[in-house]
């Protein structure tokens, strides 16, 4: 590659991302793709990190080695601290820059508290491995604390966990720790009985799965009760403290509180200095440009994109990835010369998972329910996972958990061993 | 299990305490086994999480649920912070105690840096999962920064890897880290040649492995070079700095540091008040009691034991599983007012591997070397490993790294992210 070629730097190797470079292959361009991280996540399987059911490196690769084939692509582990839109550059976490000929913004988003981030040290949210290694800690460590707890309203509030939202993460972490306490437990404490745990799923909509058709809604719900889970809808949470949460008019005593119920996208807009909506997304043309820059790109849940009816692109991995091959295609065709078409989104289904068992699908035209769910759920994650190995090496864990019960990672690392736990430092 | 039965406290779930464990089922007892850490971890191959060729959850279990088989025992996530030998009761961080009729201390050791404590900020040990974590993000940041540094010198301090100490783990952890430069990421990276990246072995003794026989310490040293391990014998460190480590009369400029010299035994000596060696290791009589308490025990690591020949036994897994055999039998024996024998310890053989494809094996009647004994090394951990799952999962990465050179988990965690990392906090 010339040093001269059509320079394109892309900033995030999310889904949205990492497609923009898979659909440039072969293209007369060099790329720069940047991350803060070294690796791309698989974050549709995260809830299963942080509920001890995967490893971490099981859903988590090197972005460089995806990307060891492709000599026109350079990957940086670096910040972005602001673009020079008129200079037409990155700035860097260490002061230097990165010049483009066309730039890419695939930041994604991170959990919001609707202004009280004041509730995050209270109720984490899970968006990163470290997120889900956080939560998984928690969870683990509220067993533990239980278990040598002698007095019982403590030990009721250790065994006590709320999660906040019932979109698909929220649901599926509910399922899944309910299974935790029900299945997988019991058998390995003595002084306390796991499936006395609560599990609640706090909800301020009217419904769990508010993305899904009504009838599977209900599915979903029912199923939730039937694993233990107690389902609070319509109900706003007004406080996450230290002792718990406070929802409608009800205090509820809870060591281990998860939230699940809102995203805010990354700081993409401040760096452009360009309208956003109420959740941070930067508001862009219909060829996901910004407003009189068409060499700027901003996709995934960074941006807030429309349908063709009109209705919001929702913030899932396949809406970035379509949204990746659009902008590599258009990007292509300007290359060329030609014009470009307006980005158009294809829903092609939604899923969500209710333990280890059971699972929605609704695809439009037509609803799935039940375990031959679950069985197309698991099936088109396995394929879409990264690389031979992981697909093994997932699939023998869930083999392992749906026949035995038992989860592999149920390890507390990264917080203080205990004891040391006075430690001060809110280090995680 | 009555409550007035004879009630063992185990402090420590490592190869000692578990085997104690193991080998106490069915005997009239109550056990309650004390642990700071909620999982046992398989450290022989800790090596292999640093270096990115294992997850975590391949070499640590829960220990509660190894042992959710056995009603008889109660498994406690707590501190100890003291032994009251009188009153026989061990004291918790929490300030509660657990009265004992016997006491097995088996809380094993960690890295020790010879009065130089202020190394160990720049020179990290390896003794936890975390510690493996640590190191295994010094190592993938160092390539990474390298990947974006422009200066000459920092960045070949950058690439600069040094192992203090020769032992097995220093071996292992040179010829891995030698063949993740040569062979693992060379194509990953557009700016640097990683295989141009030094690996320096310093070893203050005259040869490298001197637990093992010369010849094997020759073959060993050899093959290291092979690799493109620089090995320095002789040679003391005599200091550990953020810029790199000085040794003899050279000051070598350096990233990255792992302290691989020298452990120090856990603080039992201090909680029962008697006499320990230079290590810090209880001085237990024949019996592997302490002296005028024939009710405490102290195992593995933490014990300063020497075999019939008046050698000292090794700090190696064998060896405290055999001492953890023989306390069980002995407090079987001495329930059935049977006479104690004293322990004998059988040095099996010792392992070392260098690199993915060499090892070398002294069992004393013979010596393996080169690939043969790297397949008695890998089927003997595998064999020893917890869990077919785990089996299975770690054979799936080996295959790959011996076959493909893919390792598995080269992600940087629990540190900042990038850009993050001048936010003060030594938070690791």
Same mark, same amino acid.
């Given at each position: 590659?010339?040093?001269? @070629?059509?320079?394109?730097?892309?900033?995030?190797?999310?889904?949205?991302?990492?497609?923009?470079?898979?659909?440039?292959?072969?293209?007369?361009?060099?790329?720069?793709?940047?991350?803060?991280?070294?690796?791309?996540?698989?974050?549709?399987?995260?809830?299963?990190?942080?509920?001890?059911?995967?490893?971490?490196?099981?859903?988590?690769?090197?972005?460089?080695?995806?990307?060891?084939?492709?000599?026109?692509?350079?990957?940086?582990?670096?910040?972005?601290?602001?673009?020079?839109?008129?200079?037409?550059?990155?700035?860097?976490?260490?002061?230097?820059? /990165?010049?483009?000929?066309?730039?890419?913004?695939?930041?994604?988003?991170?959990?919001?508290?609707?202004?009280?981030?004041?509730?995050?040290?209270?109720?984490?949210?899970?968006?990163?491995?470290?997120?889900?290694?956080?939560?998984?800690?928690?969870?683990?460590?509220?067993?533990?604390? /239980?278990?040598?707890?002698?007095?019982?309203?403590?030990?009721?509030?250790?065994?006590?966990?709320?999660?906040?939202?019932?979109?698909?993460?929220?649901?599926?972490?509910?399922?899944?720790?309910?299974?935790?306490?029900?299945?997988?437990?019991?058998?390995?404490?003595?002084?306390?009985?796991?499936?006395?745990?609560?599990?609640?799923?706090?909800?301020?909509?009217?419904?769990?799965?508010?993305?899904?058709?009504?009838?599977?809604?209900?599915?979903?719900?029912?199923?939730?009760?039937?694993?233990?889970?107690?389902?609070?809808?319509?109900?706003?949470?007004?406080?996450?403290?230290?002792?718990?949460?406070?929802?409608?008019?009800?205090?509820?005593?809870?060591?281990?509180?998860?939230?699940? @119920?809102?995203?805010?996208?990354?700081?993409? @807009?401040?760096?452009?200095?360009?309208?956003?909506?109420?959740?941070?997304?930067?508001?862009?043309?219909?060829?996901?440009?910004?407003?009189?820059?068409?060499?700027?790109?901003?996709?995934?849940?960074?941006?807030?994109?429309?349908?063709?009816?009109?209705?919001?692109?929702?913030?899932?991995?396949? @809406? /970035?990835?379509?949204?990746?091959?659009?902008?590599?295609?258009?990007?292509?065709?300007?290359?060329?010369?030609?014009?470009?078409?307006?980005?158009?989104?294809?829903?092609?289904?939604?899923?969500?998972?209710?333990?280890?068992?059971?699972?929605?699908?609704?695809?439009?035209?037509?609803?799935?329910?039940? /375990?031959?769910?679950?069985?197309?759920?698991?099936?088109?994650?396995?394929?879409?996972?990264?690389?031979?190995?992981?697909?093994?090496?997932?699939?023998?864990?869930?083999?392992?958990?749906?026949?035995?019960?038992?989860?592999?990672?149920?390890?507390?690392?990264?917080?203080?061993?205990?004891?040391?736990?006075?430690?001060?430092?809110?280090?995680?």
């Amino acid at each position: 590659m010339s040093g001269s @070629a059509h320079h394109i730097v892309i900033v995030g190797a999310g889904f949205g991302g990492l497609e923009t470079v898979h659909r440039l292959r072969g293209a007369p361009v060099r790329i720069t793709i940047i991350d803060r991280r070294n690796h791309h996540l698989f974050q549709p399987l995260l809830y299963q990190v942080a509920t001890a059911s995967l490893a971490t490196s099981e859903i988590a690769w090197p972005i460089r080695h995806l990307l060891r084939n492709r000599p026109d692509v350079t990957t940086l582990l670096a910040s972005v601290t602001g673009v020079d839109k008129e200079a037409r550059q990155v700035r860097l976490d260490d002061g230097s820059t /990165a010049p483009y000929d066309t730039l890419v913004l695939a930041t994604g988003a991170r959990h919001a508290y609707f202004g009280h981030d004041d509730w995050e040290p209270y109720a984490p949210g899970l968006k990163t491995l470290e997120d889900a290694t956080t939560i998984r800690r928690r969870i683990l460590v509220a067993f533990e604390k /239980a278990e040598r707890e002698t007095d019982v309203k403590r030990r009721a509030a250790l065994l006590t966990f709320v999660i906040i939202g019932a979109g698909p993460t929220g649901v599926e972490l509910a399922g899944t720790i309910a299974e935790l306490a029900r299945s997988t437990l019991p058998r390995d404490f003595r002084n306390i009985d796991t499936r006395q745990a609560r599990v609640i799923l706090i909800e301020a909509g009217e419904r769990v799965l508010a993305g899904f058709d009504k009838d599977l809604s209900d599915y979903a719900r029912k199923s939730l009760e039937r694993l233990g889970v107690e389902v609070e809808l319509g109900v706003p949470v007004s406080g996450c403290t230290a002792e718990g949460v406070l929802y409608g008019d009800k205090k509820l005593a809870a060591a281990t509180v998860i939230w699940a @119920a809102g995203v805010q996208a990354s700081p993409a @807009a401040q760096w452009l200095g360009v309208a956003a909506d109420r959740a941070g997304r930067v508001v862009v043309e219909a060829d996901l440009t910004i407003p009189g820059h068409p060499e700027i790109f901003v996709i995934g849940d960074t941006a807030a994109v429309l349908n063709p009816e009109g209705k919001p692109v929702p913030g899932i991995a396949p @809406a /970035a990835k379509q949204q990746g091959r659009y902008v590599a295609d258009t990007i292509r065709g300007r290359l060329r010369g030609e014009r470009t078409r307006p980005f158009r989104y294809k829903h092609d289904g939604s899923l969500a998972t209710i333990g280890k068992r059971l699972a929605v699908i609704d695809f439009g035209w037509i609803k799935l329910r039940g /375990a031959f769910a679950w069985w197309i759920w698991g099936l088109a994650h396995i394929y879409f996972l990264i690389g031979v190995r992981n697909r093994l090496s997932v699939a023998l864990n869930w083999l392992w958990i749906y026949t035995r019960d038992q989860r592999s990672s149920r390890l507390i690392t990264q917080g203080r061993a205990a004891g040391e736990a006075q430690r001060s430092a809110p280090c995680r």
